[in-house]
């Protein structure tokens, strides 16, 4: 008999917020035993029946018999959230930790938009109530920074990894203040217990943003370089020692379905999935330890056709979509195949990279609104919390 199913016991693990308990193993031929994990939608039960199957982790062909018949999973095969996890480090684009708990990421990112967006949800109110009743006496700007690390305090006690928290985009062509800002929100990380470690500190992709990371990258201060449009900026990171990229997939493929009068692309055509594809050859074939994190997701099929990739930050909505597809999905980019590309050195000094980024009007075009959208949400931000210290009686 191949198929051993001990007596039900709970198991602490969770697949999607979903409770599970550990059922048995299945052992195949070569003796290899794997967990399989079935989650149930209620607390209170009585007998297996009364539990619904979720998920099955379990290797292909497996022996159900000794006529080695292959079993119709139907609904038990793994879902496509599920498959990119294995070879793709997913990450939660969202200030709502509520919804990471249901997704299960390792990491999360943040900026002043999504957190503007969260901020001014009903479940979110008391934690900027509370900060701003606790440090009514401190300038605006300080306030902010302090809303921004609570959230990012509050999803490190949802994700097991890091969190990105944002530098002002207002600071993106100082150097010195980028820099500063990022000794700040770091140490109040770590005025609540955080480890460096698990904080990047984001910071635009311009000249004088990557500078600054260079800068804190050198003090253990790890930074996720945001705002990326090109392989000139995402050479000039790497070159820096940076920790991680973001390229905004959806907002390059924006721009191209404008200027091209174009209402959608094939996956293998898209501008923004060839665009990181194009940094994910660079980096691998050249030696970059930068991690590549894919960003500004549209659609599922982006998502897909970059699998593979070190990381990809998915909103809660593609999430979703992700989770509900059983379709079959296998890594995209690998080592192997960026090895094979045809790609080249590039040494960038500054007046070559202001150059270049000049000579693409793409990122020139989408850096610059990217800076100008960030730069507005924090300033609504900014009086999201001002209306907060006018109800306790200050003025900002």
């Known amino acids: 008999m191949l198929l051993f199913v001990p007596p039900v016991r709970r198991s602490n693990r969770f697949q999607n917020g979903w409770p599970t308990i550990l059922v048995g193993t299945v052992s195949t031929r070569e003796n290899v035993a794997f967990e399989y994990v079935i989650a149930i939608r209620r607390q209170k039960v009585d007998k297996l ?3 619904t199957v979720k998920r099955l982790f379990l290797p292909s062909p497996v ?29 939660a684009d969202t200030g709502d930790f509520e919804i990471m708990r249901l997704y299960a990421p390792r990491d999360a990112t943040t900026n002043p938009s999504l957190i503007l967006k969260a901020a001014q949800q009903t479940a979110y109110r008391p934690l900027l109530a509370g900060i701003t009743k606790q ?94 449009f090109s392989s000139i900026q995402a050479l000039a990171c790497a070159d820096a020692g940076v920790t991680l990229v973001s390229p905004f997939v959806g907002r390059i493929t924006d721009w191209y379905k404008l200027h091209e009068g174009r209402v959608s692309y094939a996956p293998k055509d898209d501008p923004g ?10 980096f691998k074939k050249l030696g970059y330890s930068t991690e590549i994190m894919g960003a500004s997701f549209r659609n599922t099929a982006q998502i897909v056709a970059l699998a593979g ?11 979703a979509q992700l989770d509900q597809s059983n379709e079959p999905l296998e890594p995209a980019l690998t080592t192997e195949w960026a090895n094979a590309q045809d790609v080249e050195p590039l040494i960038l000094e500054e007046t070559s990279f202001r150059w270049k980024l000049n000579e693409d009007a793409m990122a020139t075009e989408k850096l610059a609104d990217g800076i100008r959208v960030f730069a507005a949400d924090a300033v609504k931000l900014e009086r999201l919390v001002g209306l907060e210290l006018t109800a306790e009686g200050k003025s900002w």
């Open 309 to 319: 990739c070190d990381l990809l930050t998915i909103s809660p909505e593609l999430l």
């Open 135 to 228: 440090f009514a006496h401190e300038p605006i700007d300080s306030l902010l920074d302090r809303v921004l690390v609570a959230f990012g305090v509050e999803i490190l006690k949802v994700v097991p990894g890091r969190v990105s928290t944002e530098v002002d985009a207002r600071l993106a062509f100082d150097v010195a203040a980028s820099v500063a800002k990022g000794h700040e929100l770091i140490n109040l990380y770590e005025s609540q217990g955080i480890a460096r470690e698990r904080v990047l500190i984001k910071v635009a992709s311009t000249w004088e943003g990557i500078r600054a990371a260079e800068i804190l990258e050198r003090e253990a201060i790890h930074c996720n370089l945001t705002l990326l």
């Open 49 to 51: 029946s009364n539990y």
């Open 273 to 282: 999935v060839q665009s990181v594809r194009q940094i994910y050859a660079l």
């Open 63 to 91: 022996c159900w018999s000794t006529a080695d018949a292959r079993p119709d999973t139907g609904n038990l095969t793994m879902t496509q959230l599920e498959q990119l996890k294995r070879f793709t480090t997913v990450v």
